[in-house]
């Protein structure tokens, strides 16, 4: 949309470099305020996951309402996106999901809420990024390329790619499903400040679909459209930092700027800065185990918590709900 109206001489990558590093910024900074994070919704202390529950399903109904709302004004364009193909990798994804799952309750986090915590001054955090993206990159073009390969070589023809097919269409089972979450939300009796901070993080997800698929694509050097995760963006970001100076990055590595430098400055504003560490070896093993589950299982999965749980749900995508579940 914007190239197609104005005559501008910047790579489509370096603007979506800069629209990624502001969406991740505010993600960050609402993360942190939030304490978002799925793993803390599902298997977190038991005083907490009432609130988990509500911030994460609340940010779900966004997410689905706003994508929903922007898919009908044709604001989104998304038809040709791996989520919504009838072609399932479901060994990929089940098998992906499940290693994710694992990791994730070793590292007790995912990733979206490590990156927040790593931009704090958490050490363990940092390591199991550093971890997670050398593993995931491996996975995407490395030594475990063809194990990859291997497993998503098995694909389910499905008639249908996700519930916008079934009958009753998109809007009737948007509203099955935010329903459904919304009995999540309800009986938490979290606070109103909450659930808005939680409602903007939803509504950054069709923010993201909407900027990568419609206002930022340049019609003579198409790109494929994406929104928030975690897991291919911060291969990106390793590999932008290995090799800076022959490749322009991208949405993905501005994201996972943009959401470190978020929540960094609300962590100085409101003095949550602090620089915390492993307390024993041990510890670090099982986070160098859960680390490098969380960036095979991704990539086997195609996604995360985030890039999966919210960006994929968002679009009904059968696949987006079995990696889900699997997680």
Not at 21 to 36: C, E, K, P, Y
Not at 137 to 164: D, I, M, Q, R
């Amino acid at each position: 949309m914007l190239f197609e109206l104005y005559d501008i001489n910047i790579e489509v990558a370096v603007l979506q470099f800069a629209f990624g590093a502001i969406l991740g910024s505010i993600f960050g900074g609402l993360g942190l305020l939030s304490r978002f994070c799925l793993h803390r919704a599902v298997v977190g202390p038991s005083n907490e996951r009432q609130s988990a529950k509500a911030v994460w399903a609340t940010a779900l109904i966004c997410a689905m309402f706003c994508t929903g709302l922007l898919q009908h004004f044709g604001m989104i364009d998304v038809e040709d996106h791996r989520l919504l193909s009838n072609r399932l990798p479901i060994f990929s994804i089940v098998f992906g999901g499940i290693f994710f799952g694992i990791g994730m309750s070793l590292t007790r986090g995912c990733t979206s809420r490590l990156t927040i915590l790593a931009a704090t001054g958490n050490l363990r955090g940092l390591f199991v990024l550093m971890v997670f993206a050398m593993i995931a990159h491996a996975t995407l073009k490395g030594v475990l390329a063809p194990l990859h390969t291997f497993l998503g070589s098995f694909k389910l023809n499905l008639p249908y790619a996700g519930f916008s097919e079934l009958y009753g269409g998109s809007i009737v089972w948007s509203i099955v499903l935010i329903a459904i979450a919304s009995t999540w939300a309800v009986r938490s009796g979290i606070s109103g400040k909450m659930l808005m901070i939680s409602g903007l993080i939803g509504a950054l997800i069709p923010l993201g679909w909407f900027g990568t698929s419609v206002f930022l694509v340049d019609p003579f050097d198409p790109s494929p459209s994406h929104t928030f995760s975690f897991t291919l963006p911060w291969s990106e970001f390793l590999f932008w930092i290995i090799a800076s100076t022959s490749i322009t990055p991208g949405f993905g590595p501005g994201l996972i700027c943009g959401v470190m430098i978020g929540s960094f400055s609300v962590a100085f504003w409101s003095g949550r800065l602090k620089l915390k560490g492993f307390s024993k070896p041990q510890e670090m093993v099982r986070y160098g185990l859960g680390a490098a589950l969380m960036g095979f299982g991704g990539v086997l999965a195609g996604g995360c918590t985030v890039g999966f749980g919210l960006a994929g749900t968002s679009l009904l995508s059968f696949a987006a709900f079995l990696a889900l579940g699997s997680i």
